[in-house]
Nanobody, 124 residues
């Protein structure tokens, strides 16, 4: 079992950058696939990005490609989401999720453990 906690959210102007962190407990974190999801008010949760166990594979939603970068440091049990060129439509509660299977995907039911989220607000 793993416990994940997100941090790094905040208020930023359009065009700005933020780096989110997902810190995990457990010595087997490197065996988990990890994804980032987000949910804006009144909208369904959507997939943002995912990274495989050792970081060899990454996967992005089309709207964030070229702007967001997911990475991981298994020695620190942490996954990062670097977000550049932020837009007001990126405003949402961002969640980190870990998949015990080790696989990655774009659907929430592929992940077993979720954090409480960190709020990102982009002003125009």
């Amino acid at each position: 079992q793993v416990h994940v906690v997100e941090s790094g959210g905040g208020l930023v102007q359009a065009g700005g950058s933020l780096r989110l962190s997902c810190a995990a407990s457990g010595r087997t974190f490197s065996s988990y696939g990890v994804g980032w999801f987000r949910q804006a008010p009144g909208k369904e949760r959507e997939f943002v990005a995912a990274i495989s166990r050792i970081g060899a594979l990454t996967y992005y939603q089309d709207s964030v490609k070229g702007r967001f970068t997911i990475s991981r440091d298994n020695a620190k049990n942490t996954v990062y989401l670097r977000m550049n060129s932020l837009k007001p439509e990126d405003t949402a509660l961002y969640y980190c999720a870990a998949a015990q299977s080790g696989r990655i995907g774009r659907y929430g039911n592929e992940y077993d453990y979720w954090g409480q989220g960190t709020q990102v607000t982009v002003s125009s």
